[in-house]
């Protein structure tokens, strides 16, 4: 971070107080956060080494989407990768799966009908009739070893339901590229996957919540299988 600390702190704070988020008018406790983050230096690529345009669109996403960064929510975090590509440091908004149920939920016209994975004994399935999809899925898998898959439904208004499937191969293809042993990758791993590819899928305006959200998770793929 080549601009000073606290200049860029009271900048920032700045900046999201009156962006007019949801959480705007607590943004001295939001920047606290992001502060604490700054000065963590426990991780192997500490933040601060990212740079403060990079920071501050992290945070600002944040706001956008009305994700709190307080870490004892376990909604989000703020991290820094450095791309295998271009080798520059950058900081992304790295949302849990709760993280991004909980800026879904703000998500208009749309909600998510089930989230779920399906163990060995088994198998995903749903009656093939397009966008109404029943969907009926066993719980639980103890990893992704012993997964057959994972499965999202989001249904519209119109009660339209739009169904999206992640398979056991390519859970373990993800894990391996995110260099995660596909003997210990957990449920919420397969899960987030096939939330973020059900996301793909849907049609979103231009600086919506959707939109915003979307963006998110195209940064959170980079961070995942690019450091």
Known sequence: MTKPFRDFI??????YATSSFLLSKYAGTQKGYVEAAIRDTSCSLPLRMA???SITDAVMLAGKLGVNLDPSEGLAELAAFQSSRTKTIGCVLNLSLEGMM????RVNGMKVHSLQSANDSHQ???KVNELNASVSVPKHPKSAHNSTGAICVIELDTGDRIPTVIRQDEIIQLAKLANLSPN???EDFALKQVFKRALKTLVSPSNSQLSYLQQAAKLIDIYLFEH
């Open 51 to 53: 740079g403060a345009e």
């Open 102 to 105: 909980d800026a879904f939920s």
């Open 124 to 126: 995903l399935n749903w």
């Open 10 to 15: 009271s900048e920032l704070e700045v900046k």
């Open 184 to 186: 210990s990758v957990s």
